[in-house]
């Protein structure tokens, strides 16, 4: 009975893919293969959704890379967007991890990036005083009459724009020599070898404030523009579009933006989603409580519904995590319940609207959305196992709830059911075949509100479900 909670996806230093369940590798060799092949500044983007396991990815690649020699920075920007200059940020990241490189290297690496520090103080240099104020400490200086004023706004202005101009050609001169820099800093690195990149890997990127965001960008791509430097972008570009629209306005071509700053885009796919839930299972002692304490069918259930529900990996460690609180915790769900309150989990994690519903004074109404829901999911899932009917079963179990009339028979409401929704005979024959799953388990109101209950009771605990 005790309780455990998920933990972070270990990362093994000589065997990076030991605990991948997702089989990453074969993308990693392709992308390491892909990003060695470039001796000019790139950019990559690996793009996916929120909770696909992007840092997991990109922690597994770092450490792939640091087993071939191939040196890496990690920088986590969302943990960075405290700070007003996203320059500053990435550049004492790189100042950290010169602490890992040893020997000639690190006294080479020290000295440079000493220099690159000065050439930063050159970018962040205060802007200069606007007409404005320069013209209002003039007039409070003594300069009272309009002539004086527009005398002294005259000679501001000329003596402005020179100063603004020699700015510009410093700061050109400081750009040259920052990248030389940077470009001796990388062959450090790499140990001289010229073959090998120093990979920055920046994650998190949609979660920062919108300008801090725009701000990593511009300095990635145009400061960080030097030969043997790539940078990977760990980010979910519809999310990091939200971003930039909110600084640029929502009419923006977010893509021809995106495009000034991302050489290349890469699609995380998820090769072998199913393999992450059974490791789920198995990290929370699940596997075995379910086998033992629910029915049969419990596992290959929430597998389905994974599925048709399309669960990021984030939400089934929610879900995971929710479950695991439930079921050890309350005693009192009989074996076929188990059905309903992973249905109940799911509903909550993707139509929170719709979880809400459910009330006593509204369960009629919730039960008919909730069927709504399901079928409008059933409709659009493509892989579906034929021989299990898994959801018509669950459909069943609700229609128990609020079946009109006790007296009637399991085909009766499947009767009536039909005709409500006007499902053709290939849908009626999958509920009929489904009825002996169903056996003499019946659910009522009480169970759809005990079961919300010791849902709620869950969520009050706060566990570190950083599995991805």
Known sequence: MSLKKCSQVEIDAADPFKNDVLDRKANIKILTQFITSYEQSIVLCID???GQGKTTFIKMWQQYLKNQDIPTI???????DYTDDALIALIGEIGLSIQELVGEDKTTAEKIIGRIYKLVANFTKAAAPTIANLGIKAASGGLISADEISTAFGNLSESLVKEQITQYEESRKTLGSFKEALSELARCYADGDAHKPLVIFIDELDRCRPNFAIEVLEKAKHLFNVDNIVFVLATDKTQLGHSIRAVYGQGLDVNGYLRR?????YLLPILNESNFID???????LDKHLESNTACLTVPVLKYMIGLYKLTLREQEALCNILNIVAR????FKKDDYYLLCFLIVLKLKFPDLYNNLNKNNINNFVDKALKNIN????TYIEIDISGYYFEFLELILLTVVRPDPSFSNEEIIDKYVREYEFDDTKKQKLIKSLPMLGQYRANIHTLLCIKQAIEISTSFKLDNAAT
Not at 74 to 80: C, D, L, V
Not at 261 to 265: E, L, S
Not at 329 to 332: G, I, K, P, V
């Open 261 to 265: 700053f991302i050489d290349f885009d």
């Open 329 to 332: 915790t309350n005693n009192q």
């Open 279 to 285: 490791k789920l299972l198995q990290k929370f002692s």
């Open 74 to 80: 990690y920088f986590n920007a969302w943990e960075s």
């Open 376 to 379: 409008s999911q059933y409709s």
């Open 48 to 50: 996916a959704g929120w």
